[in-house]
């Protein structure tokens, strides 16, 4: 990964990138670029790395808005032997100072913001590194780039397969997020190759144009830089906000036929689907990751194609483990929860007793465990978490499902967030099919009481007779909370904090389930 853009360069490849705005490493630059530019921003960005007292063996923090130059930045890291640590800038201050103790870093690559942030909550961050780089220049406490060029870039170190490449963390919807480790051989080897293979009718061609709509902190991004860049598209493109305003005019002047996003910003961007002349007629496939995504999202986008057969790919697994089942939806969009099979000759996938984890029978709910080869190393500063989780050689993921007599593995929920007799992705999924006014609906399961909806609308309003027909035939409820988007508590993947929103609702309010395995 140190030296990917510039082997992808070497071969003459002609892929552009687009940018929605500047990268925060290099504002000056713009927002179009090559290959052979961004190769060269990544060794000044190793140069002044180094510069900054980054070793072989250190490990390098980046705290910053969200944006693709978080992977750019790693690979800088990764090209000097360091290892890099992405966390989102999005985390609460009082959860990135536990994150940054875990981590350790000899240099904190971070902006002014994040700083102010912090020390308005009490937390001086650049206490929590040997040296911390602000890239907007501005903080007083910190060094900024200018700073740190002009001095040479060491040569490229090439990391072994089996030793830490990068640190990530989970979403954290229930609570502090873990830092996954991976390696070359887990997140390159195991998933990123697998990837950048061009499959008949859903591989990207040289001919795509790739649009790609991500939380950058993720370690989803870290792979799909990989893949993407050795499947050489024509362009690809980069939205880093979910406002459709904004995002309107980028997608319109390079018109995706390619297009990941997470399952939040097709929500957030779905207005654009019925424009004129939408910004999505072109698009023959659609993909979503990190978190389910409900029918009437992938309804509008397929309408949206002009094409004459688009799919909608919905990959389903975690951080630790990268994609476990996939499965493609089209224009029909039936069983949404239906999460196809284990990708094959990869992962193995089994369903146990919550609580004796022996394999139950076909078509028996129980806990999803896996076995691939995509397995992180494990859990920075956490070990005995890791190992509670890990069956031999089986990953205890902490979803609840059900596995058909064909193979198919059908989501019901997280088993942190359950309500006992129901599934609670099943229920969203029909209350957000049934109401047109509803832009998200979140059921929070609770112990001893009918599960909390918590309902989404544009204006914070819902009519309450369309609800009661609704939901007649659904087990019971409480009564709806009707808030708006920005009203709900949201990782920087644009998930709902259940358990944050379940306190702040009511709370003596116990969650259902034993978060055991989260």
């Given at each position: 990964?140190?030296?990917?853009?510039?082997?992808?360069?070497?071969?003459?490849?002609?892929?552009?990138?687009?940018?929605?705005?500047?990268?925060?490493?290099?504002?000056?630059?713009?927002?179009?670029?090559?290959?052979?530019?961004?190769?060269?921003?990544?060794?000044?960005?190793?140069?002044?790395?180094?510069?900054?007292?980054?070793?072989?063996?250190?490990?390098?923090?980046?705290?910053?808005?969200?944006?693709?130059?978080?992977?750019?930045?790693?690979?800088?890291?990764?090209?000097?032997?360091?290892?890099?640590?992405?966390?989102?800038?999005?985390?609460?201050?009082?959860?990135?100072?536990?994150?940054?103790?875990?981590?350790?870093?000899?240099?904190?690559?971070?902006?002014?913001?994040?700083?102010?942030?912090?020390?308005?909550?009490?937390?001086?961050?650049?206490?929590?590194?040997?040296?911390?780089?602000?890239?907007?220049?501005?903080?007083?406490?910190?060094?900024?780039?200018?700073?740190?060029?002009?001095?040479?870039?060491?040569?490229?170190?090439r990391p072994r397969d089996d030793d830490p490449l990068v640190v990530m963390h989970t979403s954290g919807t229930t609570g502090l997020p873990k830092l996954v480790v991976h390696s070359t051989a887990t997140i390159i080897g195991a998933l990123a190759q697998l990837e950048a293979r061009r499959i008949p009718v859903i591989g990207v061609r040289?001919?795509?144009?790739?649009?790609?709509?991500?939380?950058?902190?993720?370690?989803?991004?870290?792979?799909?830089?990989?893949?993407?860049?050795?499947?050489?598209?024509?362009?690809?493109?980069?939205?880093?906000?979910?406002?459709?305003?904004?995002?309107?005019?980028?997608?319109?002047?390079?018109?995706?036929?390619?297009?990941?996003?997470?399952?939040?910003?097709?929500?957030?961007?779905?207005?654009?689907?019925?424009?004129?002349?939408?910004?999505?007629?072109?698009?023959?496939?659609?993909?979503?990751?990190?978190?389910?995504?409900?029918?009437?999202?992938?309804?509008?986008?397929?309408?949206?194609?002009?094409?004459?057969?688009?799919?909608?790919?919905?990959?389903?697994?975690?951080?630790?483990?990268?994609?476990?089942?996939?499965?493609?939806?089209?224009?029909?969009?039936?069983?949404?929860?239906?999460?196809?099979?284990?990708?094959?000759?990869?992962?193995?996938?089994?369903?146990?007793?919550?609580?004796?984890?022996?394999?139950?029978?076909?078509?028996?709910?129980?806990?999803?465990?896996?076995?691939?080869?995509?397995?992180?190393?494990?859990?920075?500063?956490?070990?005995?978490?890791?190992?509670?989780?890990?069956?031999?050689?089986?990953?205890?993921?902490?979803?609840?499902?059900?596995?058909?007599?064909?193979?198919?593995?059908?989501?019901?929920?997280?088993?942190?967030?359950?309500?006992?007799?129901?599934?609670?992705?099943?229920?969203?999924?029909?209350?957000?099919?049934?109401?047109?006014?509803?832009?998200?609906?979140?059921?929070?399961?609770?112990?001893?009481?009918?599960?909390?909806?918590?309902?989404?609308?544009?204006?914070?309003?819902?009519?309450?007779?369309?609800?009661?027909?609704?939901?007649?035939?659904?087990?019971?409820?409480?009564?709806?909370?009707?808030?708006?988007?920005?009203?709900?508590?949201?990782?920087?993947?644009?998930?709902?904090?259940?358990?944050?929103?379940?306190?702040?609702?009511?709370?003596?309010?116990?969650?259902?389930?034993?978060?055991?395995?989260?």
């Amino acid at each position: 990964m140190g030296v990917l853009f510039d082997e992808c360069a070497d071969r003459d490849q002609a892929t552009t990138i687009h940018l929605d705005r500047p990268f925060d490493i290099a504002p000056e630059s713009g927002v179009d670029h090559d290959l052979p530019g961004l190769a060269r921003l990544v060794w000044t960005t190793a140069g002044w790395l180094a510069a900054a007292g980054v070793r072989r063996g250190d490990r390098v923090a980046i705290v910053k808005d969200n944006h693709w130059d978080y992977d750019l930045l790693a690979c800088a890291a990764v090209r000097i032997g360091a290892v890099p640590a992405k966390l989102s800038g999005h985390l609460p201050p009082e959860s990135l100072a536990v994150l940054l103790r875990r981590v350790g870093p000899a240099v904190l690559v971070t902006t002014a913001g994040v700083l102010t942030a912090g020390r308005d909550a009490g937390v001086d961050l650049t206490t929590l590194a040997r040296t911390t780089v602000d890239l907007n220049g501005t903080d007083p406490s910190a060094l900024s780039v200018p700073d740190l060029l002009g001095h040479g870039t060491p040569p490229p170190v090439r990391p072994r397969d089996d030793d830490p490449l990068v640190v990530m963390h989970t979403s954290g919807t229930t609570g502090l997020p873990k830092l996954v480790v991976h390696s070359t051989a887990t997140i390159i080897g195991a998933l990123a190759q697998l990837e950048a293979r061009r499959i008949p009718v859903i591989g990207v061609r040289g001919t795509d144009t790739l649009a790609n709509a991500s939380a950058y902190s993720h370690g989803r991004t870290f792979c799909w830089t990989a893949s993407a860049l050795a499947l050489a598209p024509s362009r690809i493109v980069v939205l880093t906000r979910d406002d459709p305003d904004l995002a309107d005019p980028v997608l319109r002047n390079h018109p995706p036929t390619v297009v990941e996003a997470l399952p939040a910003t097709y929500v957030r961007l779905r207005p654009l689907t019925t424009r004129l002349d939408n910004a999505f007629r072109a698009v023959r496939l659609f993909m979503s990751t990190y978190d389910a995504i409900h029918p009437p999202v992938v309804r509008a986008y397929l309408d949206a194609s002009a094409r004459r057969r688009p799919l909608w790919m919905q990959g389903w697994g975690q951080s630790e483990t990268g994609p476990i089942t996939f499965r493609f939806l089209d224009r029909r969009v039936t069983a949404p929860r239906d999460l196809g099979r284990p990708i094959p000759l990869r992962t193995r996938l089994r369903v146990v007793d919550p609580a004796t984890l022996t394999p139950v029978g076909r078509g028996e709910p129980g806990l999803v465990q896996v076995r691939t080869p995509a397995r992180c190393l494990g859990y920075l500063g956490e070990d005995e978490r890791f190992a509670a989780k890990s069956d031999g050689g089986w990953w205890n993921t902490g979803d609840l499902a059900v596995r058909g007599r064909t193979g198919r593995v059908r989501l019901l929920d997280r088993e942190v967030d359950l309500a006992p007799g129901m599934s609670c992705l099943a229920a969203e999924d029909t209350i957000e099919d049934r109401l047109d006014a509803v832009v998200e609906c979140v059921l929070l399961g609770v112990s001893g009481r009918p599960p909390v909806p918590v309902v989404v609308t544009a204006d914070g309003t819902l009519d309450q007779r369309a609800w009661t027909r609704a939901v007649a035939d659904l087990p019971p409820l409480a009564d709806p909370v009707v808030r708006t988007w920005d009203q709900l508590p949201r990782t920087g993947t644009g998930k709902v904090r259940r358990h944050d929103l379940l306190t702040a609702l009511a709370a003596d309010a116990t969650p259902a389930g034993s978060g055991r395995w989260t």
